[in-house]
């Protein structure tokens, strides 16, 4: 699994050159755009970053900082159309991210609902979204972080590894890098997707998808086949018709599902791996004993690209 150097600004960072960033080795930067903690504002030095970011072949992506009201799936859609009008004629190669940090932990559910308005809204206009938070006051105790799994995460946690127990994408590890080009701390960050790549083909984030019209539904990382079978198990998605029309509307395979249900109900002790940096799917094959093809068919929800895999995955491969 490749990685790669990122860092996240704002205005606070003051002014940037972004010439001596890049050739510091940053690939990639997520840009604060504006937010809601303090009125509704536009970063005063978004277009700024954005534009030199760009003009030195930096990867772009960006956050919209969300204030403590935002508590409410009206609220999240309405922040999220702000944020929209911010990205409007840009195109970014990184998701665009909603950061929770404002808001109370009490709020839990409404912050989740509201993330999930954000979310939702934002991919409705053809944008890749995801939802930044600390590991532990951010994913665990300010969001109910089983419901927040299609979307793709930013996970904050300042250690010499990330702890998060779920699947995630970019890592932010530190808050006091220092950088060329830039006076004072950055946050550094590690993305482990080729999210350029992801973004670009699927006409996400202002692009036109490759071969055709733009796409407005992004595929992000979801509950595996045997996630959702133990689920199943537990009794979380009801029974008969009830399961399988709930299953469906949620957008996964009925039948898939169903077959891992019977499986485990059967026998046959099945074998997982939780994906670490640096693994391949061909590394991991190769391990078990297996092919990836075979991996591949026995994960058909997660794992869609052979070269797209994510740290925290939970995959079976036998």
């Known amino acids: 699994m490749s990685e790669y150097k990122g860092i996240d600004v704002s205005h606070w960072q003051g002014h940037i050159d972004w010439a001596k960033v890049k050739a510091s080795g940053i690939q990639f930067a997520i840009i604060k755009s504006g937010g809601s903690d303090a009125g509704f504002y536009t970063d005063p030095r978004w277009e700024e970053n954005y534009k030199g970011a760009k003009a030195n072949g930096i990867a772009v992506g960006a956050y919209y900082f ?72 951010g994913f665990r105790d300010r969001m109910d972080d089983s419901k927040l799994t299609p979307f793709t995460h930013w996970v904050a946690q300042y250690a010499s590894k990330c702890t998060y127990g779920g699947a995630f994408g970019i890592w932010q590890y530190s808050s006091s890098g220092k950088v060329n080009g830039i006076n004072g701390n950055v946050d550094l960050d590690i993305s482990y997707q080729d999210y350029p790549s992801i973004i670009k083909a699927g006409g996400y984030n202002g692009y036109t998808k490759q071969g055709g019209t733009t796409t407005t539904t992004p595929v992000q990382p979801n509950k595996t086949v045997d996630e959702l079978a133990r689920e199943v198990l537990a009794g979380k998605w009801g029974n008969g018709d009830d399961r399988k029309s709930r299953i469906t509307t949620a957008g ?59 740290v925290g995955w939970k995959i079976r491969v036998k």
């Open 66 to 137: 969300v204030g403590p009201g935002c508590i409410s799936a009206e609220a999240g859609k309405a922040d999220a159309q702000r944020f929209l009008a911010q990205l409007k004629g840009k195109e970014l190669e990184y998701p665009v991210f909603m950061d929770n940090e404002a808001q109370p932990a009490s709020a839990k559910a409404g912050i989740t609902e509201a993330t999930i308005a954000f979310c939702h809204t934002l991919e409705s206009a053809g944008y890749f979204a995801g939802v930044y938070g600390s590991a532990y006051s």
């Open 252 to 310: 996964y395979d009925y039948s898939a599902v169903q077959a891992k249900v019977n499986e485990l109900l059967g026998a046959g002790q099945a074998v997982y791996y939780t994906v670490r940096s640096g693994d391949t799917l061909s590394a991991i094959a190769q391990k078990y004993g297996t092919s990836v093809s075979a991996i591949q068919k026995l994960n058909p929800t997660l794992i869609r690209n052979v070269n797209l895999i994510q």
